[in-house]
């Protein structure tokens, strides 16, 4: 049975059920990716639904506990239905903006949702060929739109709770509404997103460099 406290701790994360797991699918359709590091994951165990090895991050102590239930963190795993059979997990208590203990060009893909400026600190772990998925959130959009190191490939629509990936007509995406110059001092003074013309729930980059 899995602890009170892990089920407890992964509900409130889970505030719209199967969410990320949605997000998750579409984006594993539409990429080949086996690792992943998700930095500021807090205890959103949902790439595991999906992938067969996670890499978890974040600073909180509430996460530290809630993965060293371990046998309840893959309890929570083995109720979903695209779950790996034998997934692998990691968790690893540390500050994404201090060096990780992991080798470099070592994940797949590398998450970004709702945590700041991950690519400026974390794209060293992520493999040339590799894929971020990054959302408006905090600015990391924006700071990747900017990065030569990134090419953009796909865009996440979100409709109803349902999430694809479309590649159709990119060059309408990551247009800022206002006039104004895009600048790296800018994005990481401000620590907010850009207002587009053309909205996406997320965005799909290529490291190319």
């Known amino acids: 049975m899995v602890r009170k406290a892990t089920a407890t701790l992964w509900s409130d994360q889970d505030r719209h059920p199967g969410d990320r797991e949605r997000l ?23 790439p595991s639904f999906v992938f ?29 239905e695209h779950a790996p059979a034998e997934p692998e ?24 949702l709702f945590a700041g400026f991950v ?30 190191r990134y090419d953009l490939e796909a865009v996440v629509i979100a409709r109803a709770g349902e999430y694809r990936v479309s590649t159709a007509n990119l060059d309408t995406y990551l247009v800022p509404k206002k006039t104004q110059e895009v600048t790296r001092e800018r994005i990481l003074a401000s620590g907010r997103g850009i207002a587009y013309r053309v909205p996406a ?9």
Do not use: Q, W
Not at 25 to 37: P, Q
Not at 89 to 110: C, G, K, N
């Open 24 to 46: 998750f699918i579409a984006v594993s359709n539409a990429i080949e990716a086996d690792r992943v590091l998700y930095p500021g994951s807090f205890v959103d165990i949902s």
């Open 119 to 148: 690519s400026d600190h974390c794209t060293d772990y992520l493999r040339i060929g590799g894929t971020l998925l990054v959302n408006g959130s905090h600015g990391d959009a924006g700071l990747v739109s900017i990065d030569p």
């Open 89 to 112: 997990i990691t968790f690893l208590h540390a500050d994404y903006t201090e060096p990780l203990d992991m080798p470099a060009r070592s994940a797949d893909l590398l998450v970004s």
């Open 201 to 209: 729930f997320a965005y799909l980059f290529t490291r190319t460099d």
């Open 52 to 80: 067969d090895s996670v890499v978890y991050v974040d600073t909180d102590k509430r996460a530290a506990k809630f993965f060293a239930d371990e046998e309840g963190v893959l309890e929570i795993i083995a109720e979903h």
